[in-house]
């Protein structure tokens, strides 16, 4: 039950892109299309944006994307906003009825 | 609207006990299973424990094991008993529910979250 490997911080200007991996195992990320990322504003509970790899929950906006390739998923911003500033989430379903978060990654907005 | 709300927090000495409770409105809570998950001061989220809906499926992390047990009732409240608490049991304790009903693998991952209750254990 080893947290997920994310990277501590990404950045970028606003309108840019940025990308977050969450590195698992092919017992959790990579054995099952159940990865969900979650949004963690300072002080707040955490939101989900994105389940099953890829599916956006009504109301997130489509500059919100997700994807996986082996046992690495990731979270992509397109248009990158003001507002898009916190930390993420990554987790997976790991078997068994169990689940696992990744490190977790601060976005800063430039 | 969906309403999860989490109390019985507070502070309790190495090797006590605690329970907490999570209210739930909103939605059918008989008909979705209920996840336990913390978040140490600084620190990332961890998941700690799944119920099913009708309760009779739980599962938890290894470190807890044997210590915390959840349970359900009828009362739509979810309960996290917490025993032998341990200085790493120390975070801000989240319940959440999952996003599709019954008992599907495909939907079991966390949805909507409480706004948890803080667990400090220290002498």
């Known amino acids: 039950q080893s947290a997920l490997t994310q990277p501590p911080s990404v950045s970028g200007s606003p309108g840019q892109s940025v990308t977050i991996s969450c590195a698992g195992t092919?017992?959790?990320?990579?054995?099952?299309?159940?990865v969900s990322w979650y949004q963690q504003r300072p002080g707040k509970a955490p939101k989900l944006m994105i389940y099953?790899?890829?599916e956006r929950p009504s109301g997130v906006p489509a500059r919100f994307s997700g994807s996986k390739s082996g046992n690495t998923a990731s979270l992509t911003i397109s248009g990158l906003q003001t507002e898009d500033e916190a930390d993420y989430y990554c987790?997976?379903?790991?078997?068994?009825?169990?689940?696992?978060f990744g490190s977790g990654t601060t976005v800063t907005v430039l | 609207q969906v309403q999860l709300v989490e109390s019985g927090g507070g502070v309790v000495q190495p090797g006590g006990s605690l329970r907490l409770s999570c209210a739930a409105s909103?939605?059918?809570?008989?008909?979705?299973?209920m996840h336990w998950v913390r978040q140490a001061p600084g620190r990332g989220l961890e998941w700690v424990a799944i119920?099913?809906?009708?309760?009779?499926?739980r599962y938890y992390r290894d470190s807890v094991k044997g210590r915390f047990t959840v349970s359900r009732d009828s009362s739509n409240t979810l309960y996290l008993e917490m025993n032998n608490v341990r200085p790493d049991d120390t975070a801000l304790y989240y319940c959440?529910?999952?996003?599709?009903?019954?008992?599907?693998?495909?939907?079991?991952?966390?949805?909507?979250w409480g706004q948890g209750t803080l667990v400090t254990v220290s002498p």
């Open positions: 959440a529910k999952v996003r599709g009903i019954f008992w599907f693998e495909k939907e079991l991952s966390p949805d909507f």
């Open positions: 909103g939605f059918n809570f008989n008909n979705y299973a």
């Open positions: 119920i099913s809906y009708e309760g009779s499926k």
């Open positions: 092919t017992t959790d990320v990579g054995g099952y299309n159940y």
């Open positions: 099953d790899v890829t």
């Open positions: 987790c997976s379903y790991a078997g068994t009825y169990s689940f696992v």
